[in-house]
């Protein structure tokens, strides 16, 4: 999958991360606009987006039944964003960054 931006496709995607029993997954290329916070059935998606264009997007997916350990969400632009989540010890931040790649 290239893209969440087809019709299906993110239905697909956590479809797949519900099989891999994945608590919280990094994801490119989403392509939406507008809203920074989606809450779905079984996950929560944070992303970062440009506010008119569907370009670039970088996102968390989190599975709800530790939705209670994410801290905070920072978008900081619309290709980097991070996510703090509490461990039993210590806070844990992990980033996402989109690098643009030129195709030849």
Known sequence: MLSLYHSG?????LSQ???YKKDIT????????GEVIIDKKDHIIFYSCDRKHHM???GFIVNKRIKHLV??????????CKIR???LFF??????????QQKK
Do not use: C, N
């Open 9 to 13: 496709a993110l239905k697909m995607l």
């Open 17 to 19: 991360l519900d099989s």
């Open 26 to 33: 990094a994801v490119q290329e989403i392509r939406w606009t």
């Open 56 to 58: 670039f997007v970088t």
């Open 71 to 80: 801290t905070d969400f920072e978008a900081k632009t619309p290709t980097i």
């Open 85 to 87: 989540v509490r461990g």
């Open 91 to 100: 806070l844990t931040t992990a980033s996402s960054e989109y690098m643009h």
